[in-house]
Structure formats: C-alpha cells, structure tokens
C-alpha cells in the first residue's frame, strides 16, 4: 500500500468507499423491492392491488438513486485505479479475478441502470404514473432475474480475496 502516490490512494478508498455503499444499498434495494410481489409471475401482493403505487415507488427513490450514483463512482473509480496502480495481474491472480468479476458484471448493470434511469426520470419529474414505473420494475426483474444474485454473491467474493489475496505470486530471493 506505501507504494502507491497519494492520489492512488485516494482513488482506491472512493473505490472501496462506493463499492461499500453499493452493495449494501443493493442489498437494501433488492429486499425492499421485492415485498410487494409475489414469487410467481411478480404479480402484486392483495395489499399492493388496490394502492396507488407512485407514493410507493417515491419512497423507494433513495435506494434508486443511492445504487445508481454509487455503482457508476464505483466503476469510474475503480478502472482509474486500475490504470493508475499498474498492478501486475500474473503476479497478483486476486485482483486479476476482483478485476474480470467487475468487468463481466458492468455491462449488465450499466443495461439495468439504463431501466433505473427511466424509473428515477418517471419519479423524480413526475412523468409516469405509478402503473408505467411497476411495469418499468417488473421489467427490470424480469430481464435479469437472478443476475441481482449472482453480482452481490460477486461482489461478496471481492470482499474475500481482497482481505486474503490469495493466488499471489511469492519470489525467493
């Protein structure tokens, strides 16, 4: 860690300090969007019928929001870190995989980001009704649906082999 000039240093704590905020904003995100469904066919549950839902979906705007800013700091962040670190990748096979989990993954959410857009640009201009935003969410479980899953247990891996390193590379002298 010494090795690397202040203005690395502070680009990797915004990494880790967005990456942070992320997860666990997704993780919020995922629980809370998840309760007014059912488990088959994402069909509301009897108390979400007859509600209008944009109240609903307002005060789900944070997480919308939060996870979005977050997760687009967080990838800026970390490819500049990547390109200002010069980490040897052959040498150091956990941040190899840190760095291909979060390459294979963006282009996924960045496609979710662009239904979250639509979502936050319906609640925060008030453009969209509560009906066009549930089907905006609906759609948004559909697409991916288990692709939530598999980035946080991801991104639960990264927190692995960034406390343990392993797969790095050890030269006798």
Do not use: C, H
Not at 27 to 38: E, S, V
Not at 127 to 147: C, D, H, Q
Not at 151 to 165: D, N, Q, S, T
């Amino acid at each position: 860690m010494n090795k690397y000039n202040t203005f690395t240093k502070i680009v990797l704590y915004i990494t880790f300090v967005s990456g942070v905020i992320w997860t666990g904003s997704y993780l919020l995100r995922m629980f809370i969007f998840y309760q007014p469904f059912t488990e088959i066919n994402f069909e509301l549950k009897d108390y979400a019928k007859n509600i209008d839902l944009f109240p609903l979906f307002y005060t789900l705007l944070p997480a919308i929001t939060t996870t979005f800013v977050s997760y687009t700091v967080f990838l800026v962040s970390f490819i500049l870190f990547f390109i200002l670190a010069k980490i040897k990748l052959r040498e150091n096979g956990w941040f190899f995989i840190i760095t291909m989990i979060i390459l294979i993954t963006a282009p996924f959410e960045i496609f979710l980001m662009t239904i979250d857009a639509d979502i936050m640009k319906g609640l925060y201009y008030n453009t969209a009704g509560g009906p066009e935003i549930l089907n905006f969410v609906i759609r948004r479980f559909k697409i991916l649906s288990s692709f939530s899953l598999i980035e946080i247990l991801g991104f639960l891996a990264i927190i692995y082999l960034v406390i343990f390193k392993p797969l790095t590379r050890k030269y006798e002298n």
